[in-house]
C-alpha cells in the first residue's frame, strides 16, 4: 500500500524569506506524486505534480518539489514567501492503477509572518 | 469553464437521518471521486465512478454510497447518520477516458455536513 508522511504539521515563516515543506513517501510501486493547497473555506487547488518525468517539477506561484527516489522525499520549495502562500498544504500519493484513488497526507498548515 | 459543483455548500441533520450529496463534475470529465476530510482523520477516499459504474472504494461502511448518473452527475448518500460523519466531503472530477489514468483531480469546494 502506498502512503505519505508530512514531517511538519505547522510551519511558520516571515514574508520574504523561502519556505521549505518535508513529505516522505512510501510506495511498492512508481507513484505519481502530488502537491495540492487548501485555502480556508475552499475546495483542494493542484499545485504541481511528478510523474516520472522530471526529478525537479515547478508548479504554480513559484512553487517547486523535488522527487529524490534515494531518500523516498518530495520536498516542496519556494524563495519567497508571501502573505497569500498562507494556507493548508497536502502531499499526495496516487494509487496503484491510477489518480482516481488519491492518498493524502495529514498536511502543513503554512503561517506567513508580516 | 465551470469548475466542479457541489450542492449544497452547508448541511445540518440530525443523528440517524440520512443525506444526499451532489456533485457536477467539469464538462467532459467522466470519473467522479468522493473524499471524507475531517481534523481527526484528514481527507480519506470514499469512492470513484466512472461511466455510471464504481470502480474503486475506500474503507467506509456500508452507510455510504454513492451513484454516477449517465451525464457524470454524481450523488453519494449517508444514511442513519452518527455524530462522527460530521465532516467536509469533497468531490473530485478527471478526464478519464477509459482505464485509470494519470490525469489531474479538480476538486470542488465541498459539502460541509454537521450532524447533531
Known amino acids: 500500500a502506498q502512503s505519505v508522511t508530512q514531517l511538519d504539521s505547522h510551519v511558520s515563516v516571515s514574508e520574504g524569506t523561502p519556505v521549505l515543506l518535508r513529505c516522505n513517501y512510501s510506495?511498492?510501486?512508481?507513484?505519481?506524486l502530488f502537491w495540492y493547497v487548501q485555502h480556508p473555506n475552499k475546495g483542494l487547488q493542484l499545485l504541481l505534480k511528478?510523474?516520472?518525468?522530471?526529478?525537479l517539477v515547478k508548479g504554480i506561484n513559484g512553487f517547486e518539489a523535488e522527487f529524490k527516489k534515494s531518500e523516498t522525499s518530495f520536498h516542496l520549495t519556494k524563495p519567497s514567501a508571501h502573505m497569500s502562500d498562507a494556507a493548508e498544504y497536502f502531499c499526495?500519493?496516487?494509487?496503484?492503477?491510477?489518480?482516481?484513488?488519491?492518498?493524502f497526507g495529514t498536511g502543513t498548515r503554512l503561517t506567513i509572518i508580516p | 469553464k465551470a469548475g466542479v459543483t457541489q450542492t449544497p455548500r452547508y448541511l445540518i441533520k440530525t443523528r440517524g437521518q440520512q443525506v444526499t450529496l451532489s456533485c457536477s463534475p467539469i464538462?467532459?470529465?467522466?470519473?467522479v471521486s468522493w473524499y471524507q476530510q475531517t481534523p481527526g482523520q484528514g481527507l480519506q477516499f470514499l469512492f470513484e465512478?466512472?461511466?455510471?459504474?464504481?470502480?474503486n472504494k475506500g474503507n467506509f461502511p456500508g452507510r455510504f454510497s454513492g451513484r454516477q448518473f449517465s451525464n457524470s452527475r454524481s450523488e453519494m448518500n449517508v444514511s442513519t447518520l452518527e455524530l462522527g460523519d460530521s465532516a467536509l466531503y469533497l468531490c473530485?472530477?478527471?478526464?478519464?477516458?477509459?482505464?485509470?489514468?494519470?490525469?489531474?483531480?479538480?476538486f470542488g469546494q465541498g459539502t460541509r455536513l454537521t450532524v447533531v
Open positions: 511528478y510523474t516520472s518525468a522530471a526529478t
Open positions: 465512478y466512472f461511466s455510471e459504474t464504481q470502480r
Open positions: 510506495s511498492s510501486y512508481s507513484p505519481s
Open positions: 473530485a472530477s478527471s478526464w478519464a477516458k477509459g482505464p485509470p489514468s494519470d490525469t489531474e483531480a479538480f
Open positions: 464538462s467532459g470529465h467522466r470519473s
Open positions: 499526495v500519493v496516487s494509487g496503484r492503477f491510477g489518480n482516481e484513488k488519491l492518498t
